[in-house]
């Protein structure tokens, strides 16, 4: 099975939690751009709508999908639980909030949203491992632990419906860097990752050392990064796709590469063309295929 490149509609037109463009709207851009795959989630999905009837979700989204010819390879979720009276904040929507009562709802939420995957034929979940909260006493170790054991029981219960659990390593995620990775893949069987490179180009590492993550790799992002910058123009990376590529192929990975730009207040991913960014990438991986 030959690799295949797509662009997730949270691309476009997304703050995270805020939906600034309609998912219809998202899903004719990634058309427009001249690809077959995409990714759903974060505010471009009507979660209370979703947890109380996630194929009638499923439903509303094929209605957009289909017509356009887009199949979907992955999904996001930042976990809005109802014990959240504001959404400041996506990185505190995470598996590892310190309260019992919100964990159990997130993985109430987590099993709606397996439901509505396996409806449109999505085949992985990507979320966040978590973040360490400081404000509330908690510790790394502490954060870890409560990781480690809400991914278990998600890699679990996914499995059950063959959809896969892909955390996205980020740099304040329990998973944020190659050796806390690979601590966590060998403490939960099963579990995949999200793999994008751009987020170990400001740590200083290579290429060849972040091949180390590919058997575990259920999808893959790809956008330029530096050592400065996790996102930055073509012109301005050191990202080398060609390497990265044939990895994946001499890995034997069989999915597909989102090409994610993204225009939202992290970490300095606000000031380029989403568009032209992401036609620029497409033609140079389209000559690595």
Excluded at 48 to 67: F, K, Q, S, T
Excluded at 203 to 229: M, T, Y
Excluded at 256 to 263: K, R
């Amino acid at each position: 099975m030959a690799i295949g490149l797509g662009v997730p509609c949270w691309s476009f037109g997304i703050q995270h939690l805020k939906g600034l463009l309609p998912l219809e709207g998202a899903a004719q851009i990634v058309r427009a751009l001249g690809f077959d795959h995409t990714a759903i989630g974060w505010a471009h999905i009507d979660w209370p709508a979703l947890r109380a009837d996630p194929i009638a979700e499923a439903d509303r989204v094929r209605r957009i999908m289909e017509p356009l010819g887009l199949d979907i390879d992955d999904s996001f979720i930042w976990f809005k639980n109802k014990y959240l009276d504001e959404f400041v904040n996506e990185l505190k929507c995470t598996v590892t909030v310190p309260d019992k009562r919100m964990r159990e709802d997130n993985f109430e939420m987590y099993k709606s949203f397996v439901a509505f995957c396996q409806a449109v034929g999505c085949p992985g979940i990507t979320i966040s491992s978590g973040i360490t909260y400081k404000d509330d006493g908690q510790t790394y170790e502490q954060a870890y632990e409560i990781s480690r054991d809400e991914m278990r029981r998600m890699v679990d219960y996914g499995g059950q419906y063959d959809v896969e659990l892909r955390p996205e390593p980020h740099s304040e995620s329990m998973m944020g860097t190659l050796e806390r990775c690979q601590r966590m893949l060998d403490d939960v069987p099963g579990l995949m990752v999200s793999l994008d490179y751009s987020h170990f180009m400001p740590q200083g590492h290579s290429e060849e050392e972040v091949d180390v993550l590919i058997p575990r790799a259920g999808h893959v992002h790809a956008r330029q990064a530096n050592r400065e910058r996790l996102q930055c123009r073509l012109e301005d990376g050191i990202l080398d796709f060609d390497h990265i590529i044939g990895a994946l192929k001499k890995h034997g990975y069989e999915g597909n590469v989102a090409l994610e730009y993204v225009c939202v207040n992290y970490r300095g991913c606000y000031d380029i063309d989403v568009i032209t960014e992401t036609l620029k990438l497409k033609n140079e991986l389209e000559g690595y295929l």
